[in-house]
């Protein structure tokens, strides 16, 4: 079915893609989300086009007077159809209690994990592997490779500092102002200047009578596509639409991935109103 609406919870639920949201509950404190990751096919929503591409968890505790955030994406890959292996991004960072959830340290690793020979397991590539570790005080950040004492690299930053995964703390919160003026720090690797939080005039609609009204707020800048987040009424981020890629809240994420990679069969394209 052809599509050229824009990409909402309704229009994922009407063309057969899972948004049965966990229930409704209280966002404070200490808080875990897990996303389904879903590639969509922007000419045809809900068609075979549509691939179920990875999981994000988002690990949120207080700690310090402000917040350490874990955050792990794995994104499926493939090869000629076949499925070929994952790519991991594990980030630590912490972040103040403040309006922007300030970042002030982390440590990022990723990798690449593939087959063996007999396509039994899945191993880490060690020729693959990266880590940088980063902290940004006053209006400097600074970066560099580990292990090993590595030179830092210094940028001066003008305003306020956010991450793409900080920003679900500054979602989560109850009541959400508009932010202006902020610099984007993107998986902890890439820095994007010119930010903007905004929320979106009258979004808020009924979803159903389990999880009650969403609203959507949009994030743009340099260098990205706008950021959607839907929030329920506690301020859960339950949805988030970046271009075709979809964030889905879902408790069972990360076992749904991990069946896949159990498999190691072919990984075709999800017709997702079949499932």
Known sequence: MKSSRRITPWLLREHGIAVEYPELKEVGGAWKNTYQ?????????????????????????PAGGGYVVETVRKTLMEQGNIFAGNATLRISEECRADEYATPIRWRVNSAYSSFDEGRTQLVERA?????????????????????GEGRWHEMQLAGPLCSNWGIFVVLQRKTVADMDGFSL???ALRFKPGYALRAVPDSTA????????????????????????????????????NGSKVLVLDDRAEEIIAHHEAEGKVYPAVNLAEE
């Open 37 to 61: 990751v879903y590639n969509l096919s922007m000419e045809e929503i809900g068609g075979n086009l549509n691939r179920r591409i990875g999981c994000v968890s988002i690990d949120c505790r």
């Open 127 to 147: 020729d693959t592997r990266f880590s940088e570790e980063g902290e940004f005080c006053g209006s400097v950040l600074r970066r560099r490779a580990i292990p």
């Open 185 to 187: 720090l993107e998986d």
């Open 206 to 241: 009924e979803f159903d009578k389990r999880i009650g009204t969403l609203s959507s707020m949009v994030m743009w800048g340099r260098g990205n596509l706008p950021y959607e987040f839907w929030r329920d009424g506690n301020g859960r981020v339950v949805t988030v639409v």
